[in-house]
């Protein structure tokens, strides 16, 4: 029924409890595995709860789950650092804080990086911040709109700073280049990207054998965010399972093709709970 009237976009749809659709939202084969013989046998119909095994499922993609980052295209706020920050700078950064055999990745340094508007919240001069994988900034300049909305930020780096003694640690990217403006022999800074997030199909968890299932359709099962994406992504393969920090893990649903039209297409993997790890919120619960 789900595919007849297109709630779904067919039996792989990642929104469908079918063998191909969990697949394709990135259920990690050992995770169901350990997970089924957990259960043990049993001729009786079992009720389990999906996040239960969201949450087996993300031990196992942890493992091998490369880091980046990603900001969100339209709501971010611009910091420009003071500090004379070259513009082929660089950071070599583990790709998995607890397993250095997954190697190293080029994180680009730049006197304009954006971050998350809503981490900006509150900040004020004089508050030093962490930006992961670089090190500490103070805020110099707080510029805001008449709503009084943080609008852009000037900082400078603190190479002695105390990265524990700083509330904020945020993810963050150099400013995105304007399509048609790139230099010859330049890098980009990142790439286009879509995070698909997905819920559940039905509202209610347990069906009766008097309910009518379509009473219990959700209308709103999958959102979308654009954002700007860490330009290491343009090297992942379909298939593959990596952590954007402070969002989540995510399942390459499309690889990037070096066509700004087409964006790297990610589908969020669910990790069984109800709010995303570091602070960022999705745009549906968790499941």
């Not at 082929?88 to 950064?93: A, D, G, R, V």
């Not at 304009?112 to 508007?117: F, K, N, W």
């Not at 001069?125 to 994988?133: F, T, Y």
Request: aromatic fraction near 6%.
């Amino acid at each position: 029924k789900f595919v007849e009237n297109g709630t779904v976009t067919g039996w792989d749809d990642p929104r469908f409890p079918t063998v191909r659709g969990v697949l394709r939202r990135g259920v990690n084969l050992e995770a169901l595995r350990m997970f089924t013989l957990s259960q043990g046998a049993s001729k009786n119909v079992v009720n389990m709860e999906w996040n239960k095994f969201w949450a087996e499922n993300k031990k196992e993609l942890d493992k091998d789950a490369k880091r980046y980052m990603a900001i969100d295209a339209t709501r971010h706020v611009k910091l420009v650092m003071e500090d004379d920050v070259g513009e082929n700078e660089y950071k070599l950064t583990a790709y998995h804080p607890k397993d250095p055999s997954l190697g190293k990745r080029v994180v680009r340094l730049g006197k304009e990086v954006i971050l998350e508007q809503m981490d900006t919240e509150g900040m004020a001069v004089g508050e030093q911040i962490v930006l992961m994988r670089w090190g500490v900034v103070e805020i110099t300049g707080v510029q805001t709109n008449d709503a009084g909305v943080i609008t852009e930020l000037t900082g400078k780096v603190k190479p002695d700073g105390n990265v524990k003694e700083a509330k904020r640690k945020l993810s963050w990217l150099c400013c995105p280049q304007i399509p048609g403006t790139v230099r010859k022999n330049s890098h980009p800074t990142t790439i286009p990207c879509e995070l698909h997030e997905f819920d559940n199909l039905i509202t209610k968890e347990k069906l009766e054998e008097t309910d009518n299932f379509e009473d219990f359709i959700n209308p709103h099962t999958l959102a979308t965010t654009i954002v700007h994406g860490d330009v290491g992504l343009r090297n992942l393969k379909k298939g593959e399972v990596i952590q954007l920090e402070r969002r989540g893990y995510y399942r390459v649903d499309e690889p990037y093709v070096g066509n700004d039209r087409k964006p790297l297409v990610l589908f969020m993997v669910p990790d069984g709970k109800s709010k995303a790890m570091g602070g960022l919120k999705g745009k549906l619960a968790h499941h």
